[in-house]
């Protein structure tokens, strides 16, 4: 078992930044990768950006690449994701999931943490 817990968020003015913190705990080791989804009201959960746990090759949205950096430290056990340049439509709630292995979908997740951007 792996067990996620979100830090960070809240309101934001357009074009400032804010950064989430997921931290796993329980059973780190068989992570392979770790990734952070949204969802915005009335909207499906859209992927975000993804990262390897182990080498660190990353993988974004068109929608937030270039402003959004997801980043690791493995010796916390955490997963970060900066956002700048924020937009009023980046208000939304943010999850971070883990998944065990390529190929195979996130099966833990976060409790999310909302950001709202205003404009």
């Known amino acids: 078992q792996v067990q996620l817990v979100q830090s960070g968020g809240g309101l934001v003015q357009a074009g400032g930044s804010l950064r989430l913190s997921c931290e796993a705990s329980?059973?780190?080791?068989?992570?392979?990768?770790m990734a952070w989804f949204r969802q915005a009201p009335g909207l499906e959960r859209e992927f975000a950006a993804r990262?390897?746990?182990?080498?660190?090759?990353?993988y974004y949205a068109d929608s937030v690449k270039g402003r959004f950096t997801i980043s690791r430290d493995n010796a916390k056990n955490t997963v970060y994701l900066q956002m700048n340049s924020l937009k009023p439509e980046d208000t939304a709630v943010y999850y971070c999931?883990?998944?065990?292995?390529?190929?195979?979908?996130?099966?833990?997740w976060g409790q999310g943490t909302q950001v709202t951007v205003s404009s």
């Open positions: 999931a883990a998944s065990l292995a390529a190929g195979r979908g996130y099966e833990y």
């Open positions: 990262i390897t746990w182990s080498g660190g090759g990353t």
């Open positions: 329980g059973r780190t080791f068989v992570i392979y990768r």
